[in-house]
């Protein structure tokens, strides 16, 4: 295979941190060479899961995602989307590749919103144990209300990976909006903290993730029982569960953007984009 030569001394990026000072990298466009990483993924013939939650209203986003998805995601490897609805009959018919299928799952719907959100971490680890470990080598766990507007590949895997956030990429570690009451499961210090991870991306292998939305099913269950909710809910415990089992890998805002925050100049690709809601009209049942 023909690729140029990496320059020991010529950095990719200059603009930004691309490895974390455990030693894993930070993805930004330019950084990576996606055809030595699609050859080496092919080889080992991995199979790619894409967990999304579509309760209620919030199955008005799946056409335009799936078809994004198939436009963008994880395109010439082996897909299954994973999409768990209380309304089977409301998942679009989108014609696939090659080698991708969608799986319909059906779960109850949660009258809080908060507990809709909350619960994807028990229903993943749920399903993870289930069913996804014997079809799928990786699992990545993502928003719906979102569509692919540029590649999003195997660059991404890893044992473990987070995102961060697009609000706060920039911000120092004190003004994070981490869970702060002592008595939540998911509190984090004001001097703690290394990112702050969005709850809209994160994945890993199977048991990775397995690892990950146990323990975070578990912290809200012990929350549930003293009477307390995390701040940001899922992700807040997200975000507590990656400052003690550090991520392997962490994507740059390019896979988890909101065009409201504008376009910075180290942005220079948005692969994975917020799609605008009306909050009142999407959200009432
Ligand atoms: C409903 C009301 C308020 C907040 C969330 C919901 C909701 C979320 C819902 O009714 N149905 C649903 O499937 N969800 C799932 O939770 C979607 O996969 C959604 O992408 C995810 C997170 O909720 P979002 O996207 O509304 O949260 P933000 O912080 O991205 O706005
Ligand atoms: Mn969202």
């Not at 003690?244 to 994507?251: A, E, R």
């Amino acid at each position: 295979m023909n690729y140029s030569q990496p320059q020991t001394m010529n950095p990719l990026r200059t603009d930004v941190l691309v490895m974390t000072p455990w030693f894993a990298p930070i993805v930004w466009d330019g950084t990576f060479n996606i055809n030595l990483l699609n050859q080496q993924f092919k080889l080992r013939d991995v199979k790619i899961g894409l967990t999304v939650f579509a309760i209620k209203k919030y199955v008005v986003f799946l056409q335009l995602f799936l078809e994004t998805a198939e436009r963008y995601f994880m395109v010439g490897h082996k897909v299954n989307y994973y999409i768990m609805t209380d309304r089977p009959e409301a998942v679009p018919k989108v014609t696939l590749g090659e080698g991708r299928s969608i799986v319909v799952l059906k779960i109850q719907n949660y009258s809080r919103w908060q507990d809709v959100s909350l619960r994807r971490m028990e229903m993943i680890s749920l399903f993870a144990k289930e069913q996804f470990i014997q079809e799928v080598d990786y699992l990545v766990c993502v928003d719906v209300d979102m569509k692919f507007s540029d590649c999003v590949g195997v660059e991404i895997l890893s044992n473990i990976f987070g995102t961060l956030h697009p609000g706060f990429f920039r911000t120092q570690r004190q003004h994070f909006t981490y869970e702060r009451r002592l008595e939540s499961q998911a509190y984090i210090a004001h001097d703690e903290g290394d990112f702050y991870y969005a709850g809209g991306f994160f994945g890993g292998t199977v048991e990775e993730v397995y690892k990950l939305t146990n323990q975070c099913h578990n912290a809200i269950m012990t929350d549930k029982a003293n009477s307390i909710e995390a701040l940001w809910h899922d992700e807040s415990h997200l975000n507590k569960y990656f400052l003690n089992h550090k991520p392997t890998k962490i994507l740059s805002p390019e896979y988890l953007w909101d065009n409201s925050m504008g376009v910075p100049i180290v942005l220079r690709k948005r692969r994975f984009v917020a799609v605008p809601k009306n909050h009142a009209q999407i959200r009432n049942k």
